[in-house]
Structure formats: structure tokens, C-alpha cells
């Protein structure tokens, strides 16, 4: 993608970056594999630690993680960043071309492998995309799919349980009150 959209001449500060885009790229993977914010920040600080050296860049300057409480609120601050401005905006709208470009190409409505569609949604695991779908948060949706008592798969098709309605977790409740209301037909 860096030669068909020429990002090293338009995306130079950021995604044209090669050692930059290595980064993203790591993080794009974590986050497309389901890992949560905190799991995704997590493993930030662990290679910091374990690559001290030059670890932190801050005033054009290159410091050595020294594992400080400031020094990780870069780090988190960095990551957040990339995820938010980086994968969710600049990799998603640049994904979503190729998406759209590949959908009429091939005449259909739906890729098998639409990274755009694993970027939006951050996984990509299809009963998880298809519960964000439904409304469902990224969280809840990672929470149904680790408790199969809650759906059933027949073939291509799910349904769920109508007693997600009265699960102890208060957001999972509620989006799935919102969700039968919205679409019942999904429930069970």
C-alpha cells in the first residue's frame, strides 16, 4: 500500500515512516487479534523495558526508558495516539479504498478478507464483527463470544440468548436490552 497511495511523499511524518509504520503495524496486528487497550499498552511497556535504549522520543530528543511514571504516560499517550489517529483513522480510510475499490472490481458486497472491516471493528473474527454490528460494544462482544451459552451457530447464521438481558455486567445489560428492542429477531 506504501507504493500504490506513494506514502513516503504524502504520509512522510507518520505512515510514510518506515520505522514508524513497523510499530503501527505491530500494534495493527494486536489490535485486529481482539487485544484490548490495556493488553495493547501492556506489551508498549514491556519492549520498552526490554529495549531501554533510545526508548522514548520527546523534544527531538531520544531518552533510555528509565520505567519512571512519566516515562509510561508517554508511552500510553504514544499508543493511544497511534490507535486512535493512526490505525483508526489514517489505516482505516486508506483500507476502506482499497475495500471499496476491491467490492466493485470483484462485483460483490462483501470481501472475505476486508481489513478495513477488521480495523473498524478490531478483530477479525466474524461473530465478533457481526455482534458489533448488532450494536454490541467491542468489549461485550469479546465477552459473548468467550461464553457460548449465550448463542448458538447454525451454519452462517447466530442467535442469542434473550438472558444476556439479565447478565451481572450493567453495560452488557443494557446494550442488549437496546439490542432486543432494536433487532429481536436475533434473540432467542
Request: charged share 25%.
Amino acid at each position: 500500500m506504501d507504493s500504490i497511495f506513494n506514502w513516503q511523499q504524502y504520509e512522510k511524518s507518520q505512515i510514510g515512516n518506515a520505522n514508524k509504520r513497523r510499530w503501527y503495524a505491530v500494534i495493527l496486528i494486536q489490535w485486529i487479534s481482539g487485544l484490548g487497550l490495556k493488553n495493547i499498552i501492556n506489551k508498549a511497556i514491556e519492549y520498552k523495558r526490554e529495549n531501554p535504549h533510545n526508548a522514548i522520543y520527546r523534544n527531538q530528543e531520544y531518552y533510555d526508558f528509565d520505567d519512571s511514571k512519566p516515562q509510561k504516560n508517554i508511552i500510553i499517550n504514544d499508543t493511544l495516539y497511534a490507535i486512535q489517529n493512526v490505525l483508526l483513522f489514517d489505516f482505516a480510510n486508506y483500507f476502506l479504498k482499497v475495500s471499496k475499490e476491491m467490492k466493485s472490481y470483484f462485483n460483490t458486497e462483501r470481501l472475505d478478507n476486508d481489513w478495513y472491516e477488521f480495523i473498524e471493528y478490531g478483530t477479525h473474527d466474524v461473530f465478533r464483527i457481526w455482534l458489533q454490528k448488532c450494536g454490541y460494544s467491542r468489549e461485550s462482544a469479546n465477552y459473548i463470544e468467550k461464553h457460548p451459552e449465550f448463542f448458538d451457530v447454525n451454519g452462517t447464521s447466530y442467535r442469542l440468548s434473550s438472558n444476556l438481558a439479565n447478565v451481572d455486567d450493567i453495560n452488557l445489560r443494557d446494550e442488549t436490552r437496546d439490542i432486543m428492542f432494536n433487532h429481536p429477531e436475533i434473540f432467542v
